[in-house]
């Protein structure tokens, strides 16, 4: 009887090694610097944009229903009143 070899979990990449996967990254890397740092500034600019409007979604949505309100509001008495104060000439 021969024992079945248990599988190495270290090789999930095409038999590849996450050591050897990240040495040749970085060989690639190290090979064409101004790319990686271009690719690099790109991916974080996306993230920083996603970042930026889940930060500012609340505020826009208490713009817009503020907006929303203050657009359908009809005037009141004390518009009328303050209104006529305005329309009068001060000379």
């Known amino acids: 009887m021969s024992k079945e070899k248990e599988r190495d979990d270290s090789d999930d990449f095409g038999g590849i090694s996450f050591g050897r996967m990240i040495l040749t ?32 979604a609340p505020f826009r949505l208490a713009t817009l229903i503020v907006w929303s309100r203050l657009a359908g ?7 009328h009143l303050h209104r006529v104060d305005e329309e009068k000439d001060p000379s």
Request: hydrophobic share 45%; proline share 5%.
């Open 25 to 56: 990254l970085a060989v690639v890397a190290l090979g064409r610097p101004w790319e990686t740092v271009k690719e690099h500034f790109r991916w974080v600019r996306r993230l920083g944009r996603r970042m930026l409007r889940l930060a500012l």
């Open 73 to 79: 509001r009809r005037p009141t008495f004390e518009d």
